[in-house]
Structures are given as C-alpha cells and as structure tokens.
C-alpha cells in the first residue's frame, strides 16, 4: 500500500514540525475546518491532526505537529523526501463561514495552525479578519507572517512580553472587542483548552458568536468508537462527525480537559519506550529538539 | 457407510485453549478439529435430499455437498464446493452463530447432537489456505467498474462475488487495515487477524483492489464514484455507527468506553501489546461491561485477558433473553468472567480526579413482553447498590453511521437513519446498492456476507441489462 510522501518538513518553533504531505485526495476536498487522522509509521497510533493548510493543485496538505508524545515526536522525526504512513480525511464537518463583517481569529501555540486556513476563506467572503496569535514567548508565536499576508491586522501575544502584547490572547481580545470601530462578530478559536474556556467567557457578555475548534481524544474519527465525546449544550455529541467545531458559550470545557488527561501515565510509558528504541542519549530526538530551537530562533 | 453406523457417530469436540491459560493470552480459543475427527464429523452428515440445512444458510453453501467430499478425504472437491457460495468461509467457520442457522435444522439434531458444520467449514477452509493460493478462477473482464464502500463482511464478500464474475472492483476502506468489524470489532481469541490477512490476500489475487484511508462520503462522494470516477455500480457497506451510551451521569469519566473503542483499541491498535503498540487502553483491575451480546461478551472476555482480577457482564434481562451466542456464553464463564442478570446502571461514580470508581445500579424484575417478544425488564424501586469497578464498558448497541448518508441526501433512509433498499438491495440512486449494518442496523458478520452476496448477484444483472 501507498503512504504518503513528505515534500518539505521544518521546524516552526521548539518542538513545533511543520509537514508538507502529498495527499491529493484530502487536499481536493478540504474546506477549512477538516482534518486528518495520521499514523507516522506502520503501527503507530491513529492521531487527529487539523489540516493547516491544503493546495489542490500541487495535491499537498499542510500539517502543524507539536511533539508532545510517542506518536507526535515520530511525526516531528520524519523529513522531506520520507513519508508519512497513514492519512485518512478530509476527516469533521467544514466551518461554517459568512459574511461576518469584522471576525477575531484567536489561535493559542499550535492552534494558530488550525485557524490558519480560516483567515483566508474569511476574507475572500469579504470580512474583516484579525488574529490574535499566542505563544509563551517569541519562538512560540507561529504562523505570525503567513496570516500577516491574508489578515488585515496580526496581533501577537507573548506570556513574557519577549515578542507583542505582553499578556494571554484573551487580554488582546478583550481590548480589541472594546476598542477596535468596527465591532467583533464572530471569534473563532482553537488551542489549549483552558485558553478555549477563557476566550468564550471574554465573549459571552456581549453575545458574539464564538466557535471552538476542539481536538479530543480519537481513534476510527469516521463515527465509529466515541471516544471523542464532547458534552455541547447538555448533549453529548461527537467532534469526529458532529464537529470538531462547536459553539464555545455551550462546550463543557472541563469536561474536555478530564477526558484529554485519561492517557498521560501511558503516555509516557509510550514515549519512554520509543526513546529506548531509538536510543535515548545520542538519540535523534534530542538533536531534533536542538535543530528546532535552532530553526524557529532563526526563523 | 451406512446410516445406521453414521448415527452411531457421536458429534466431534473442538480442541480448545485450557480456560485457565486462555483467560491470559490473546491466542486463539478454538484450535481446529484433528483430521480424522473432521473425516469423522463429515461422515455424521446423513445427506438428506433437499437438505434443511442449506436453507438455513445466509449464502446457501452446499452443505451436504462439501460434507460429502470431505467424508471421502477430498479435500479439493471440498474446498471448490464451498468456496463456491463463500469466498470467506475460514472466518464464517470461526464467528457464525451455526446453532441459529444451519446446525439448528439439521435432522441429527432431532436426536441427539446435529453435525458441527461451522467445526467441518473453519476445518476445509483452513485446510485450502495451507494448500492453495486461489480459491477460484476469475471470468474474463467485463470491463465494468464496481465500487465497494467498506471492506467488511459485507463488502468483501460482494467483492470476491464481483470480482470472480469478471468485473473490476475497488474497495474503499475508511481506516488503515481492510476486515471492518472483523479486524476492529472481533477479537484475535476469536478471529486471528492473519487469517483475515490471509482471506483478504485471497481476493487480492482475484483480482481485487482494496484502497485504504479512503472516507467514501468525505473523500469522494457517492456523485463522484458514479460520476468522474467511472463506476458503473457501488455497493454501500460502510458499517456499524455511532455507539450508544445510555445518557446517564458519568459517562465522561475516565475509564468510559464504548464497546466498539475499547475493543478497536485492543483489536486494531492492539492495545494488549503497549507500549510496543504505542496506543494505550486502561486496563481495569475490575471492570463492568454493559450489555447481553457478541459484543458485550467480546468485551468482557478482553477485560480478562488484559489482566481484569474481575470482569463482570451486567445485563438487565435474564439469562435467556442474553443474545449472545450459547458458546461465548460458554467460554466466557470458564475464563472466569461473572454475570449479574437483572440489573441495569443508573449512574457511573467517579473519583473527585475524573476516574471511575463504581456504578450504581438498579436491579432490575421481568415484566409483560415487549416490541422484541421478550419480557421487558422492570426496575425495582429503591433497588440500588453500587458495584466497585475502574472500567465501565457500554455495550448496547450502535446507531447508524451519518458520514456517508449525510453526504448524499438523495439517498432515502428509514427514519433511524438506515439505508432503504428494495429487495435487490438497490437503493433510491439506480446503480448504487448498500448492504449490512447501514442497511440492517447492528447484525451479524454472515447476514451481510449474504447482503453482500445477494447485491453481487444484482449488480451483475444491473450491469448486463445495461451494456
């Protein structure tokens, strides 16, 4: 069987890969809001991952991995010329986009992938658009030039004040909701969870329209296990079919953040027998973790 | 031999795993008839005119016929006879429930024990897998495109029919290994998964091709396959669906599954192995499954497998309305799992970190007999009590699956979202017939190997009609 051919691979922050793949089938049919299940290698775990980024006529899909376990840190191991093993997709319901007016993009580290093909659908429909883009300092904000190009107005936050407002992206909302003459109509966002909660309680008050792309725990991600189970206005639906967007004022996001911790002890039983098969020490990972830094400080 | 030494036959033992050992490894239970018992058990078989037992049969094997061949030590007759009407008989051999089917009306059975049919199946197709690499000669090209949505029973048994009459199949398969239920759903104790392998191989070399990570409703759309991708006919066979939980507190809690992901995760991403499989399940040392299926029994026999010091099925019938078959059933109680009857959850209690730590149940007495003809169970007011556990398993069945239909809206559904089908199994799109789970609800592997048979047959006669 096929996999799936790897035209470019770089490091976009400390433990932060970005992939190029060719996946013609997924990038013809991806609307922003979809993603992917990846599997890295032949018996790796089955992981979602929201498509950045796709290109129809090169057949290629961008992916953002965070190596953060086993299966994530194989991801951020593989380079341009490998291939990835497994990409099924495009996988959730689109987002549902309009006509907004003014919308407020807000991505949190890695989730500024997943608001990334937003921004440019938006504005084609003729919105506003502006991000407000975090990270916990200046490696850490991704993706700031790439929106720079579609956005109309690019806010990075750092939590240590090394790069733009010095502060959490909901502090940067909030001020932009206040302050900016054309009002916010609608926010979408993706990141941590806690960041998620936060966002939707900045815009609770007055009403705005609020979507949060959520990125629970998977396996089949066609409608098949459950384990993505969400708990959305009182109902439990599944972010596999059902989402993975839904409206931020009514996710149960403690919820959500119970639920992601079920697998940590095994996670890193996980990653610590991964080290020992790639031999931890003068392991690869490590250096990939070097070159990293090296690359997103140089970036 | 004449019938009177035939009757005189008693029914062969399946060799099976001690339950002691078994109840600890993954290995496969039932270890496969010796020769000489198989010649035996096909010997039992009187070879009635017009026999009962074919009827019985979802894809109408030849049962006499390769009963026959096998009584006479050949093999090859054997295995042609079957392959005949099953291109999946190692697996049909393995998981049908023959007791309700073919066994169950064979005229042995009137007194004393009917021939072990599925024992005498598993026995010739395991016997055609060591000896051949084809299990049938493929007609000349048609020159006709069939897609098959799913590469489960269903599917792949309709392709293997399509395919050996000539036509050019393509199976889409939504996850990463072709087999559906029987690669995720079954486990290995019951189904080796290289038997799988090696059955799908076979059709390989018929001719077809199985195209994995390929979501036919978000990949392509059923207008795409007929349209720009040139098929002339499709099957739909894209399977069971979203599980059903019973919407009670707790079922967020840590150590919640679903049947269908606790056993994917053992099954497919072979859990049972981590970290060497890097996708993690928790184990349980006590662990509660829901339910009175195949299903609900698979679970808790994996439960035990992966090291559960008690694995406890809850069912809130009694033990005769248990759909379950009578061997798992069976195989269960001698691996040590436990059955409490007449008790239903009401609650899943958690630790104040989000872990299960008990459910609270409510026993549950049999009152007037409901839609299924079954007594409905009734609960007993201020009957509650709660079970110690760390794992809950739901095992009550699933809804239908919403990816592909929700996609194709000229599509006609029944009002529970399962595809309508007329009796060719054409659906309302002319050319695009569905079968099993999407169709059925949740059945059994054989009855949609037999939609999947029945559907070749028709979309080989809607395809002739039309060139």
């Known amino acids: 069987m096929s996999a799936y051919p790897i035209r470019h691979a770089r490091w976009l922050a400390p433990g932060v890969r970005c992939l190029i793949v060719e996946a013609p089938r997924v990038a013809r049919r991806h609307r922003p809001g979809h993603f992917v299940i990846v599997r890295p290698v032949e018996g790796s775990e089955r992981i979602p991952l929201t498509v950045a980024h796709a290109d129809a006529d090169a057949g290629t899909i961008m992916l953002v991995v965070q190596a953060v376990g086993a299966t994530t840190r194989q991801l951020c191991d593989l380079e341009a010329g490998g291939e990835v093993r497994d990409v099924v997709g495009p996988l959730g319901r689109p987002t549902e986009l309009e006509r907004f007016g003014h919308v407020v993009l807000v991505g949190g580290g890695v989730g500024t992938a997943v608001i990334h093909p937003q921004a440019a659908a938006l504005k084609k429909l003729g919105n506003k658009v502006s991000a407000v883009i975090g990270g916990r300092s200046r490696p850490y904000v991704i993706l700031e030039e790439e929106l720079g190009r579609i956005c109309d107005a690019v806010y990075p936050c750092t939590d240590d004040g090394s790069h733009g407002f010095h502060g959490f992206v909901t502090a940067r909302l909030a001020r932009l909701i206040d302050e900016d003459p054309d009002p916010v109509r609608a926010v979408i966002t993706a990141g941590p969870v806690p960041m998620m909660k936060a966002v939707a309680e900045v815009t609770r008050p007055a009403g705005i329209h609020t979507i949060a792309s959520l990125n629970p725990i998977m396996v089949d991600g066609t409608g098949m296990c459950g384990g993505c189970r969400v708990q959305v206005g009182g109902k439990t639906l599944f972010a596999c079919v059902d989402g993975p967007e839904f409206d931020a004022h009514r996710i149960d996001f403690d919820d959500l953040a119970g639920r992601l911790t079920a697998y940590r002890s095994q996670e890193q039983a996980a990653l610590e027998h991964l080290r020992q098969a790639v031999g931890e020490g003068s392991c690869r990972l490590a250096g990939a973790v070097a070159r990293a830094t090296g690359d997103a400080l140089g970036a | ?467």
Not at chain 2, 29 to 42: F, K, M, P, S, Y
Not at chain 2, 350 to 357: K, N, Y
């Open chain 2, 1 to 467: 031999m004449k019938p009177a030494e035939r009757l005189k036959l008693p029914r062969q033992h399946m060799p099976e795993q001690p339950a002691e050992a078994r109840a600890r490894n993954f290995r496969e239970v039932n270890l496969g008839l010796e020769d000489r018992a198989a010649i035996n058990e096909a010997l039992r078989c009187l070879q009635c005119r017009g026999a009962k037992c074919v009827g019985g049969c979802p894809v109408g094997v030849d049962i006499p016929g390769f009963l026959a061949a096998l009584a006479d030590n050949n093999l090859a007759e054997a295995a042609r006879v079957l392959y005949a009407a099953n291109v999946l008989p190692a697996i049909t051999g393995r998981v049908c429930p023959q007791e309700t089917q073919c066994e169950v009306s064979c005229v042995r059975g009137n007194k004393g024990e009917p021939v072990a049919v599925g024992y005498l199946e598993r026995y010739v197709a395991d016997w055609a897998a060591r000896h051949w690499d084809q299990v049938c000669e493929a007609a000349p090209p048609t020159g006709r495109k069939v897609a098959i949505v799913g590469a489960g029973p269903a599917g792949l048994t309709c392709a293997g029919e399509l395919a050996r009459r000539g036509h050019a199949v393509t199976v889409f398969e939504a996850l990463h290994k072709p087999g559906g239920v029987l690669v995720y759903g079954i486990p290995e104790f019951r189904l080796p998964k290289d038997i799988v392998e090696r059955e799908v191989d076979k059709l390989r070399r018929l001719g077809v091709r199985i195209e994995c990570n390929v979501v036919i409703g978000q990949t392509y759309t059923i207008g795409d396959l007929m349209g720009e991708e040139g098929f002339h006919a499709v099957f739909i066979a894209n399977g069971a669906g979203l599980p059903v939980f019973q919407n009670i507190p707790g079922e967020s809690l840590k150590g919640v599954y679903s049947a269908n992901e606790y056993l994917t995760r053992v099954n497919l991403m072979e859990a049972y192995r981590f970290p060497e499989s890097p996708t993690p399940v928790i184990a349980g040392r006590r662990v509660v499954v829901v339910g009175g299926g195949n299903t609900a029994m698979d679970a808790v026999r994996t439960a035990r497998r992966l090291g559960a010091e008690e694995a406890l099925l809850l069912y809130r019938r009694s033990r005769q309305e248990m759909p379950a078959r009578a061997e798992e059933v069976k195989h269960a109680e001698e691996e040590g799992v436990r059955f409490t009857f007449l008790a239903a959850p009401v609650e899943v209690l958690g630790t104040p970190e989000g872990w299960v730590r008990a459910v609270r149940c409510i026993r549950m007495e049999l009152g007037e007999p409901d839609a299924s003809g079954r007594r409905r169970p009734v609960p007993v007011a201020g009957s509650e009590y709660e079970i110690p556990c760390d794992v809950v398993v739901v095992a009550i069945g699933t809804r239908s699956n919403p990816l592909l239909t929700q996609t194709t809206p000229e599509l006609k559904l029944n009002r529970w979202g399962y595809i309508e089908v007329d009796e060719q199994g054409m659906t309302s799109i002319p050319g695009v017939f569905a079968g099993g789970d999407i169709v059925r609800g949740a059945a059994t592997v054989i009855l949609a190997m037999g939609d999947g048979k029945r559907a070749a047959a028709a979309i080989d006669r809607y395809l002739a009609a039309r060139s």
